[in-house]
């Protein structure tokens, strides 16, 4: 089945520790996110790519990185985890970038806890 | 900056209708998105709105007012399943990017 696949779906990482969450998808789609879903506070844009090759910064992208060596997969990367980054985080990806009407199909989501 | 306002809570019976209204800052306005987002799960996409008027779709349907900043999502013929948050989303700005409401949790009793 077509779809976005995260990994892990869950993790508890001790502060200090380098956390990569991966993501891939096999919709040959152009564009890519990462967002993170805190209570209260909503999705938030960490990072995105309209395109192989290219990235760019969301809201809250401090913290984060992400790579786009190829179409299908867009891994973001914790350097150095804080305890505030402790959330869910969903991967999605789009044939035309979301802010151009593309529809978001989102992974099934990353629950992190950073202790 | 660009605000999204959508209730955060509303109750419904099962079977019957309800309208959760979305406003939006108008400025460099081009699309507006509903998702459907269950407990625990990744949200799903449910309508995109560009022009004005009512789109249906089965028991869903969603309306856009671009004058007004204002959209709802109507859903019919209430079922429990319904019970979930839904997100309203704007596509505005030079950039081109996604502006998110926290979303309204449905809750649909028997």
């Known amino acids: 089945i077509a779809g976005i696949t995260q990994a892990p779906t869950s993790q508890i990482l001790a502060a200090g520790r380098r956390m990569t969450l991966r993501c891939t998808q096999d919709m040959r789609h152009n564009a890519m996110y990462w967002y993170r879903q805190d209570l209260g506070l909503g999705l938030r844009l960490i990072h995105y790519?309209?395109?192989?090759?290219?990235?760019g910064k969301g809201e809250v992208p401090d913290g984060y990185s992400v790579s786009r060596a190829n179409t299908d997969d867009f891994p973001l990367t914790l350097a150095s985890a804080v305890p505030s980054q402790t959330s869910v985080y969903f991967c999605?990806?789009?044939?035309?970038?979301?802010?151009?009407?593309?529809?978001?199909?989102f992974g099934e989501g990353s629950r992190l806890t950073v202790l | 900056g660009q605000n999204i306002d959508q209730p955060t809570e509303m109750t419904a019976t099962e079977g019957a209708i309800v309208q959760i209204n979305c406003t939006y800052q108008t400025s460099g306005f081009n699309g507006l998105f509903w998702y459907q987002q269950h407990a625990g799960e990744a949200p799903t996409f449910l309508s995109y709105n560009v022009l004005d008027g009512l789109e249906e779709k089965g028991r869903f349907s969603s309306f856009l007012s671009r004058s007004k900043g204002y959209s709802y999502l109507l859903l019919k013929e209430l079922q429990m399943k319904d019970s979930a948050s839904y997100l309203c989303?704007?596509?505005?700005?030079?950039?081109?990017?996604?502006?998110w409401g926290l979303g309204t949790s449905l809750a649909v009793n028997p």
């Open positions: 999605a990806s789009s044939d035309l970038p979301g802010g151009s009407g593309g529809e978001l199909f």
């Open positions: 989303a704007s596509n505005a700005g030079n950039n081109r990017k996604l502006i």
């Open positions: 790519s309209n395109t192989a090759g290219t990235t």
